[in-house]
């Protein structure tokens, strides 16, 4: 059974920063999302199952970096420059996919229990 542990959300003033972490039980391509209250969810940032690739949404591209310690098997998305509208539960993902980066959260089997991320204007 694939666990993903996610870490690292909480409450930060507006243009601060946050670094969200996604422990697994194994090696996947891993994608985070988020989703806002009465929106749907939305995929942030990914990257492939090496860690060679990576995609990232333009509403966080610039601000967002998500990288990989295939060592650990954890996932990082450090958040910078957070803005009100970031406001959301954040989740990570993965799939079993080898190649490439995964987009459509259809591909995502398995999803952490989320972690809520308030920035305060």
């Known amino acids: 059974q694939v666990q993903l542990v996610e870490s690292g959300g909480g409450l930060v003033q507006a243009g601060g920063s946050l670094r969200l972490s996604c422990a697994a039980s194994?090696?996947?391509?891993m994608g985070w999302f988020r989703q806002a209250p009465g929106k749907e969810r939305e995929l942030l940032a990914a990257i492939s199952w090496s860690g060679g690739i990576t995609y990232y949404a333009d509403s966080v591209k610039g601000r967002f970096t998500i990288s990989r310690d295939n060592v650990k098997n954890t996932v990082y998305l450090q958040m910078n420059s957070l803005k009100a509208e970031d406001t959301a539960v954040y989740y990570c993902?993965?799939?079993?996919?080898?190649?490439?980066?995964?987009?459509?959260?259809?591909?995502?089997?398995?999803w952490g229990q989320g972690t809520q991320v308030t920035v305060s204007s």
């Open positions: 993902a993965a799939s079993t996919r080898r190649v490439g980066v995964i987009t459509p959260s259809k591909e995502y089997a398995y």
């Open positions: 194994g090696r996947y391509a």
